[in-house]
């Protein structure tokens, strides 16, 4: 056990990647029958402080189909000058810059160590990036002040060759000239109409005109700028400018009747901004930050119209077909995603309202290019100051964590192909020989568009066995798989970086407690989920859950050691212990349950489910409750509201939310004053304790979670309470006697009787 | 001699017509006049020039002869036939004379009419010997003719060219001369006109080189000395119509001279100046020819004594003199009896056919030049340009006669004075003529009647109109809640002619008849007259102009409206950038802002104003007051139009002035390195048509605009000028927009008030007619500057603009004209929108603007009840009050065409005609719509004759006292730029001019069609009065003369070659007339009283119209004369138009075809 924990965390800390199973499966059918498919959780920029990269171009198999990197798990005739493609077999020559190969003299990629490597690579010249901002300007006096602070502070954070960009929207949308001294220039647009990228490049003057031959006016050198330098300007260069331009910002102008939303183009904004980084910088790093404070409420990509009467859709009015407005929009924005997308650009969404604000709809702006979602309820908030700070936050080395224009290409030995991906990526749509016929997320592909990624993105891969039962592999055989990412860096520079992984073929039939005991239930749980949850995108709700139900029995059914029909006798090994409860949770997570979460919400949780490692992942689905109490160190409990004490203080991180819960006890010394007291000190320092670990968590984590400080009784202590295991309700508090915990008033299922239908279930011979 | 011998003519003339014998009993020497007329029409439409040429110069004999009589009212028909002859003779000399540059080509054509108009005179029996006797008659009554001005003596040269074969051997002999040394000269005539032909290019030379148009001259005609005696002469030859006055001035000149002398003393003294100049120049050209010349002028000398070098034709002169003076003198005898006649036209009984002469006799002797030569010839029977009816006579008239005394407008169907006049109105219940002037004050009972006449009813109304200082605006009346007093029925509103009955419980309408009950807050009781006792107290009642507050009912949506908005949208495309235009307007809008209309006692102007800018693309400009700096928005999706900003972009000037000033600092940089040369403009007034729909208000646009709009937009328009076009049945899609898009645009600018005023600023095409749809059915503006220079346009266009941006109006107008029964509004001129047949709709209305009402019977008048008109315009005024400007108008009925006739107004009706013709042109040939005119007015002239007239011989031309001045005036129409295009009128400016003239109101039709011209010689530096204007022909200007013309849209200063320097000197600071500069657009500022006095009266005309006029210096000889002589509209124009005379002559035989 312990050596397969340790090898798990180490590969993971070495290469960013985690399997199911860390012993294969060797043929197509037993790999089915693992109910869990053999698949991967892949971060490809994990930070890695040592790993510095080399200066020079990776070495590729010759063979077309292949082009798989010389790594260490190639075979290598040093005499011949030879290696062996351990994808293809084939045999290729060293370039003539590897001449001085031997044994001792290894180049890094040889080395076992460096199985994952990275490469810089001199190709073109560096393009600076861009940030082009996107500002609603429909918003509340007090958030739009606020928003224009925020971006007035980001600038300082950009790097200074950085390109910056500026287009407000509010009934009009304004393309801000840049360049101009003086008067400050804008480019409108109506709000209402849909332009095509070349009307938008005609109207913004970026096709470049056919200069006039002036009678008497001998041609002049073109000494003018690139034409697109009028809307995005170096930041150390128009830094003063585009403080003050902010600064000027005014609400939308256009009155807003009562009983009317405001009109909001977010659009043609959005279109707009495409467009204009389409015709001027295509391929390369730039971010589309667009900051909205309410739904788009006219044009293309409207959500809701103007009256205030009709509410914005919500679940039900979904399920009823009763979202007018919502498959136009979102064809809408999936157009611009994917134009954005081949462009190479990202677009974060930035959206702070106390209604919906469309995200529902444009969800796939930031999920097929990587970029950024916030939600908040006002960008007066720190919730969104900060989440915004930490979009610009930088590594060791002062560069930005994030890079963009990523390709990963995973390439896989001949006993695997790929079924496809889930996270913040697009199809490359590149045939080869090592994908899959069946797709799993998405598929038919080898190579994905990450337009945007940082060190934490994260995207599952899911891989299929396609070894046939008959051709067994021989013994100590081992299946390789080789991602290969080719990103640019926030220092401009190209970088690839390839991991290859190798992991051993198992017998199921011989060898099953091998792979059993090298099932990393973990990395499971969240692979299971984020199908469940890529399911969830396009399928019914209660369809869903069924099938992850079906999967978890099969599983049970599978691994679980019971007699038949005894459900008493189940038991389950500990690789596979907590996965029944990791699922428990799932079920009743945001990310598959839409009760209680506007379209919006559910569509933000997806989306960051969708991105975040495992860690990270693994608290959204099951969330860490910590407690403090006198009686000693905070300690972790269990997320049952049987660790709800009166005496306790509870720390929640849910990834969203951060809670704070002082238990009944607390609350009432805390109004008594008592941590002013003197002698009560250690009262104080129990109170300061979670506000400390909280902080620490807030400090890392992206986007900013929601901060709730709140106590028994109070209505913001439905955040803890809705999450944890309803052991006691209202049904069955008295037979479980009142000596601990507190019970929810809830009809859902606890974990227990979970746990007993599972049991039930894996058990019978019906199934 | 010649006076004899035109007496001869005359009787012959006289004898085959007994009609004629009367006339030249009448002294109307016109019969020939006539005859040449008849030769002429036949000409007339098709080979106009040559006809008229010489035509005119028979006919203006013969007229001239007529007019002198007393009666140039009267023309003989019999003439004709003379005349043809004489045009054959006489024409080709004119020709040549009058189109210097064309009479190369023209004159050979001219030679095939003339001769077979010869034919054709003899056919008629003239005899030749007729002819002969025309001819020196001809070059006699030249004489009288030419006396009273020595502007003829140029065309007395050519004349003598003419007449010496005639009856001047002396000129015969110098004719013969020069011809043989131009051309062979077969006939004596012949030859005379040969040299014409030569003398086409002389007269060129004139102004090129004297010798080679003195020795055309010489050989045309011996006077040419003469000529150079008198420096205008050339110029005079020049012209078409000259030729038939150089005839008669050639000799008369010296004659007149020494008549005029008194009067006109400077003439003597610039030809005293002028030989010295003129042998010069003629000298270094041809030596020979001065030589001839100098023959001539030796005889011509002789005369004037003024020169010694002319002496050798003194011999005829001295004889010439004689007659000719006769000739001047002949139209004051009959003058004499004539006035007698004369005032009885006045008073408008027109009775008698002497009455119609004597009248004009009388004005002759009304006119102290004219009237100062007593002329024997009278008898002759030529046409005299003296004595047929004159503009400038007539107009002095009227001022004289009614200039003194205020018009009181109590009494019903009163004429008022003339516009030229300047008097005082008193509103006593009717409207000021200001407001409202119509064709007649009588109108006839009948439908029946009004067709018989043909007389246009009509109203030509400027409700706005700017009074002068001493007379009060219209009070305004306040009826609080309830809001004006209206009939029931017709809803007109309470005017004086209301009836009040029932002890003033209820008032009868005076348009319906509808018995309407008194609200009791307005309820007052009547005196024994059945006057309410109010009646003084209440405008409403007592006066024909006054104002109504409206009522929030009468507003749009039921709101009171928001003030209006100025939106100023300037052309940055390359071509206005580099001419400096963009930097010109934004300098001056700095200052300007501050004197935007306001209302009265307010402070400061309630218009908010916003700033656009655009070429292919627009730029708005957020000029909020709390911004530190304008933003400029930029709007490129021009085929869907929208507004960017409403906050900001329109803004009170004080508020925002440093804002605004800020940016029109910085436009001018913004786009100083420019290339963009395409230009929208549909979406320009969308854009601002969208800015004041969305601030709510009406409002005025500021477009200054330089290229035909060829940028990808809506209402983009291509270059369809085509000149082969005119004259075809195509022409009229000159005048029609390319696209129907403008119409709609205009309609929804008009839907939102919103009004355009368009400043163009050409330098090609850019097809006003269609740019131009909007301004005009918003009721706006258009000012055209083509070829825009600064330094020589800038004045004008900043004037202009000052002027346009600070006059009075008002905005979303709408404006009824209800009438009494039996009469109704049918048809409306002018620039407006109507959506339906009763409703003008004006976006804008500015104090300018007029719009013109025809009305038609649709019932029996009563000649008791009398017909009433009452125009209602209800409109917002620059604060955004909601108001109703009430004008009233009673008029006489009459039973009697008599009655009509005698009171017409001829300015009014020109001005209908004009509005009439040229909206006719959208729809018709421009030649049906001529012959219309003609044919119309022919039967308005056919009628009076026929009914008013007494009976008199049929070859006798009578005109109403009233309408004498139609045939010279219609004339004016006919030849004007969009009847009647010269080679170097665009199509544009005849579309500029075709809607200028739409909305014009009478005075400024007045001198646009009939320019005034002063002779800025006779100016009397001490005294504010201006010297007596003279009459458009070149006959009448001399070349030791300067003189002043303004039509409205440009001042000619036209310095003749023989002006003294020291008043050279004065007026341009140089010293001498070489040294003038052509190019000059003002002139210099010197401290000595006649620049000083000179340049008052041109900032005076300049503060009289409503646009700053173009200065233009034209020096005689110079190039630009050409341009000048356009405006010589008594003269035959070069694009064909007839002289006054040959027209007055066709319209004789029109009316005459109509009578019989």
């Known amino acids: 056990m312990a050596t397969y924990l340790e090898f ?31 698949a991967c959780l892949l971060t490809p920029l994990k930070e890695r402080l040592d790993l510095p990269p080399v200066q020079y171009e990776p070495v590729l198999c010759s063979r077309q189909t292949c082009k798989a990197v010389l790594n260490p798990l190639c075979q290598v005739d040093y005499r011949a000058k030879l290696w062996a493609c351990n994808f293809c077999f084939q045999r290729n020559q060293f370039p003539p810059a590897y001449a001085g190969i031997s044994e001792i003299n290894q180049p890094a990629e040889l080395m076992p160590q460096f199985s994952t490597i ?58 801000h000239e840049l360049s101009c001294e003086g008067i400050s220039k804008s480019y409108v647009f109506r709000g209402t109409k849909d ?291 080719q990103y640019q860096h926030s220092s401009t520079q190209r970088r690839i970086r390839v991991t290859t992984i190798a992991r051993n073929w198992a017998d199921a039939q011989s060898q099953l407690q091998h792979i059993e005991a090298a099932f990393d239930q973990e990395v499971a749980a969240v692979l299971m989920a984020r199908l469940g949850v890529y399911r969830a995108e396009s399928e019914e709700g209660p369809d869903v859950l069924r099938w992850l139900d079906r999967q978890l029995i099969r599983l049970c059914q599978k691994f679980g050691q019971y007699n038949k029909d005894d459900p008493n006798s189940f038991r389950l090994s500990d690789s596979f212990s907590l996965y029944p409860q990791f699922m428990f949770h799932l079920r009743r997570s945001p990310f598959l349950q839409v009760f209680n979460n506007s379209p919006d919400e559910s569509s933000f949780y997806r989306h960051h489910f969708s991105r975040q490692d495992l860690t990270q992942s693994l608290i959204m689905i099951q969330p860490i409750l910590y407690s403090y109490s006198f009686s000693g160190p905070p300690e ?40 002013d007291m003197p002698e009560y000190e250690n009262f104080k320092h129990l109170l300061q304790a979670p506000l400390d670990d909280a902080q620490e968590i807030l400090q890392t984590r992206f986007p900013m979670p929601r901060y709730i400080n709140t106590e028994h009784g109070s209505s913001q202590a439905r955040f803890l309470l809705s999450k944890v295991n309803p052991s006691q309700t209202h049904n069955n508090l008295y037979a479980w006697g009142q000596e601990s915990g507190s019970p929810i008033l809830t009809d859902d299922v606890s974990l227990q009787v979970f746990m007993d239908h599972l049991k039930k279930l894996a058990v019978s011979s019906a199934s | 001699m010649s006076v004899n011998q035109q007496a001869h003519a005359g009787l012959p003339y006289g004898q085959p017509q007994p009609g004629y014998q009367g006339y030249q009993q009448s002294g109307y020497g016109g019969q020939q006049m006539s005859g040449v007329h008849h030769s002429q029409y036949g000409a007339y439409n098709g080979p106009l020039p040559g006809y008229q040429q010489p035509a005119p110069p028979q006919g203006y004999f013969s007229s001239l002869g007529f007019p002198s009589k007393g009666s140039p009212v009267s023309l003989n028909s019999d003439t004709p036939t003379l005349a043809p002859n004489f045009i054959g003779t006489l ?314 005394e205020p018009f009181i407008t109590g009494v019903r169907g009163q004429v008022p004075p003339l516009v030229t006049t300047n008097f005082l109105v008193k509103d006593q219940g009717n409207a000021s003529p200001r407001y409202i002037r119509c064709t007649s004050y009588n109108i006839p009972c009948t439908s029946d009647m009004a067709k018989q006449s043909q007389v246009p009813l009509a109203a030509v109304i400027k409700p706005l109109a700017t009074l002068p200082t001493d007379e009060a605006p219209p009070y305004l009346v306040d009826h609080g809640e309830p809001g004006p007093i209206r009939c029931n029925r017709c809803k007109a509103y309470m005017c004086p002619f209301m009836q009040f009955i029932e002890g003033g419980r209820r008032f009868q309408c005076c348009f319906c008849s509808c018995v309407t009950e008194v609200p009791p807050h307005y309820f007052q009781h009547l005196d024994h007259t059945g006057k309410r006792v109010d009646f003084y107290d209440r405008p409403e009642l007592s006066l024909g102009s006054y104002e109504f507050l409206a009522t929030v009912s009468y507003c749009k949506n039921n709101k009171f409206p928001n003030p209006p908005a100025f939106i100023f949208m300037i052309d940055v495309s390359y071509n206005a ?44 400009y957020n000029v909020k007051s709390s911004l530190a700096q304008p933003q400029m928005m930029v709007v490129s999706d021009v085929a869907d139009m929208f507004v960017p900003l409403l906050d900001g972009f329109l803004v009170n000037v004080n508020e925002s002035r440093t804002v605004i000033v800020s940016l029109l600092d910085q436009i001018p940089e913004m786009f100083a ?122 004045e004008r266009f900043l004037n202009d603009l000052r002027k346009d941006v600070q006059k009075e109006v008002g905005f979303d107008a709408v404006m009824r004209v209800r009438t009494s029964t039996g009469i109704r509004a049918t048809d409306f001129f002018g620039a407006f929108y109507m959506s339906n047949t009763t409703d003008v709709e004006l976006a804008g209305l500015d104090c300018d603007k007029t719009i013109t009402v025809e009305f038609r019977h649709d019932d029996k008048l009563s000649e008791d009840s009398g017909a009433l008109l009452q125009c209602a315009l209800l409109y917002t005024n620059c604060a955004g009050q909601r108001r109703l400007r009430i004008h009233n108008l009673s008029l006489n009925c009459c039973t009697q065409l008599a009655d009509l006739y005698r009171n017409c107004e001829t300015d009014t009706l020109i001005n209908f005609l004009a509005k009439f013709a040229y909206r006719g042109v959208l729809n018709n040939p421009v030649k049906t719509v001529r012959d219309t005119l003609i044919n119309q007015c022919a039967q308005i002239l056919a009628c009076y004759r026929k009914n008013c007239a007494s009976p008199s011989s049929a070859g006798q031309l009578i005109l109403p006292e009233c309408m004498k001045l139609l045939p010279v005036y219609l004339n004016c129409v006919l030849k004007s730029d969009v009847l009647q295009p010269g080679a ?173």
């Open chain 1, 195 to 485: 332009l095509t990228a070349k009307q938008i490049q005609d109207m913004l003057g970026l096709t470049r005109p056919v200069v006039p031959v002036q009678q008497g006016r001998p041609l002049q050198p073109q000494e003018q700028p690139p034409i697109s330098s009028r809307f995005l300007q170096p930041v150390h260069k128009i830094d003063m400018n585009l403080t003050d331009l902010l600064g000027e910002l005014q609400r939308d102008p256009w009155p807003v009747t009562q009983g009317k939303r405001p009109l909001r183009s977010t659009g043609v904004a959005l279109s707009i901004a495409v467009g204009l980084l389409e015709g001027t910088f295509p391929n390369t790093g730039a971010r589309i930050m667009l900051f909205t404070g309410g739904p788009p409420t006219q044009g293309p990509g409207m959500v809701v119209g103007d009256e205030l009467k009709t509410p914005i859709r919500s679940w039900h009015d979904i399920e009823k077909d009763n979202a007018r407005f919502m498959k136009k929009a979102t064809k809408h924005y999936e157009t611009l995603a994917n134009r954005t997308a081949a462009n190479g650009h990202c677009i974060d969404i930035y959206a702070c309202a106390l209604d919906q604000t469309g995200l529902l709809e444009m969800k796939c702006c930031a999920n097929l290019t990587g970029g950024h979602m916030m939600m908040g309820d006002s960008f007066n908030t720190s919730l969104f100051k900060q989440t915004f700070q930490r979009v610009f936050s930088k590594d060791f080395n002062g560069e930005f964590r994030m890079a963009f224009g990523a390709t990963l290409e995973v390439k896989t030995s001949r006993e695997l192909k790929i079924s496809g991906a889930i996270g913040p990526c697009i199809s490359l749509n590149a045939k080869g020989p090592c994908v899959s016929e069946n797709e799993l997320g998405i598929g038919g592909t080898c190579q994905w568009k990450i337009c945007s990624l940082d060190p934490s993105s994260t995207l599952a891969i899911y891989f299929e066995v396609v070894n046939q039962h008959n051709a067994p592999i021989p013994q100590g055989g081992r299946g390789a798989v080789q991602f290969v990412t």
């Open chain 2, 673 to 794: 390195d420019t290339r963009e040369t395409e230009t929208v403009f549909a979406p320009v007034i969308q854009a601002g048509m969208e800015a004041l729909k969305a601030a709510e208000c009406a409002g005025k646009l500021f477009i200054f605009h330089t290229s035909l709009p060829i940028a990808e937009a809506p209402g983009k328009l291509k270059n369809r000028d085509d000149r082969k076009l005119i004259n075809t049945d195509k022409e009229k899609t000159l005048f029609q927009p390319q696209t129907s898009f403008y119409s709609n645009l205009a309609k929804d600018c008009v839907a939102q008030g919103c009004c355009v005023d368009l400043f163009l600023f050409p330098n090609q095409y850019l097809d006003v007619a269609t740019l131009g749809v909007v301004p005009y059915q918003t009721g706006g503006t258009i000012y055209k500057y083509a070829y825009f220079q600064l330094e020589t346009d800038q």
């Open chain 1, 636 to 675: 972790p409990v269990l997320l049952d509201s049987s660790s709800i004490l009166a005496d306790r203080i509870l720390l929640m991180d849910t990834f969203f939310q951060i809670v704070i819960y002082h238990g009944e006890t607390i609350a009432q010394w805390q109004k008594a004053g008592y941590q």
């Open chain 1, 118 to 175: 990275e490469y810089i690579v001199q190709r073109g010249s560096p393009t600076p990036l861009i940030f082009l901002y996107v500002v609603d300007t429909c918003l509340e006096e007090e958030d739009l002040q606020a928003l224009k602070e925020s971006l007035q502070m980001s600038l300082s954070l950009l790097p200074p060759e950085a390109l910056v960009g500026l287009i407000t929207f509010g009934r009009m949308v304004q393309v």
């Open chain 2, 91 to 404: 024409r080709a000399p004119p020709t040549s004379g009058a189109p210097p540059p064309t009479s190369g080509a023209s004159v050979p054509a001219g030679h095939p009419v003339y001769s077979q108009f010869g034919q054709g005179d003899v056919q008629n029996g003239v005899a030749t010997s007729a002819v002969q006797m025309q001819r020196p008659s001809a070059s006699q009554p030249f004489i009288p003719g030419t006396a009273p001005a020595p502007i003829s003596q140029p065309a007395t040269f050519r004349q003598y060219g003419p007449s010496p074969t005639s009856a001047q051997q002396l000129t015969n002999h110098m004719a013969g001369m020069q011809i043989g040394s131009s051309t062979s000269a077969p006939l004596p005539a012949g030859l005379g006109y040969g040299p014409p032909t030569s003398v086409p290019p002389a007269s060129g030379n004139f102004t090129v080189t004297g010798s080679g148009l003195y020795t055309s001259y010489s050989s045309s005609q011996g006077p040419p000395p003469v000529t150079m005696t008198h420096g205008l002469p050339p110029t005079s030859l020049s012209q078409g119509l000259s030729l038939a006055q150089p005839a008669f001035s050639g000799p008369p000149l010296s004659a007149q001279h020494r008549p005029q002398a008194p009067g006109f003393l400077p003439p003597p003294c610039s030809t005293g100046i002028e030989p010295s100049s003129y042998p010069s120049a003629t000298g270094a050209p041809r030596p020979s020819t001065m030589q001839g010349s100098q023959l001539s002028g030796q005889a011509l000398t002789g005369l004037p004594t003024s020169q010694p070098n002319h002496v050798s034709s003194p011999p005829p002169h001295p004889s010439m003199s004689g007659p000719a003076m006769t000739g001047l003198q002949g139209p004051p005898p009959p003058t004499h009896p004539s006035q007698s006649g004369y005032q009885m036209q006045q008073n408008g009984s027109f009775g008698q056919v002497r009455g119609p002469q004597p009248n004009y006799g009388s004005a002759y002797p009304g006119t102290p030049n004219y009237g100062s030569q007593p002329a024997p010839p009278p008898p002759p029977k030529r046409l005299d340009p003296d004595s047929i009816p004159s503009p400038i006579q007539v107009i002095e008239d009227d001022r004289n006669n009614r200039g003194s």
């Open chain 1, 8 to 38: 798990i965390q180490q590969n993971e800390e070495r290469d960013g990647v985690r399997f199911s199973w860390n012993v294969w499966p060797s043929s197509r059918l037993e790999a089915t029958r693992m109910v869990v498919p053999l």
């Open chain 2, 577 to 620: 950038v580099k001419s400096g235009l963009v930097r010109l307007i934004c300098e001056e809008l700095k200052s300007l802002l501050d004197y935007l209309p306001r209302e009265g006692n307010m402070e400061e102007s309630a218009i908010r104003v916003g700033f656009v800018t655009y070429n292919k693309v627009l730029h708005f």
């Open chain 2, 984 to 1156: 170097e009128v665009t199509t544009d400016d005849r579309a500029y001019i075709r809607q200028l003239v739409s909305s014009m109101d009478v005075a400024e039709t007045n001198v646009f069609f009939y320019p005034r011209l002063l002779p800025l010689t006779k100016v009397d530096v001490d005294s504010d009065t201006l010297p007596a204007a003279i009459r458009n022909s070149e006959e009448r200007l001399s070349k030791g003369d300067m003189y002043l013309l303004e039509n409205g849209l440009n001042i000619f200063v036209w310095v003749g070659v023989n002006v003294q320097q020291g008043l050279i000197q004065n007026l341009f600071g140089v010293s001498s007339f070489n040294y003038i500069s052509s190019t000059l657009n003002t002139l210099p500022v010197l401290e000595n009283p006649f620049s000083k006095r000179v340049r008052s009266i041109i900032d005076m005309f300049q503060a009289q119209r409503s646009r700053y006029m173009k200065l233009i210096i034209v020096k005689q000889e110079d190039k630009l004369e050409m341009l000048f002589k356009h405006f010589l509209v008594e003269d035959k124009s070069m694009s064909g138009g007839a002289s006054y005379v040959d027209f007055l002559c066709h319209m004789h035989k029109e009316i005459r075809q109509l009578l019989s």
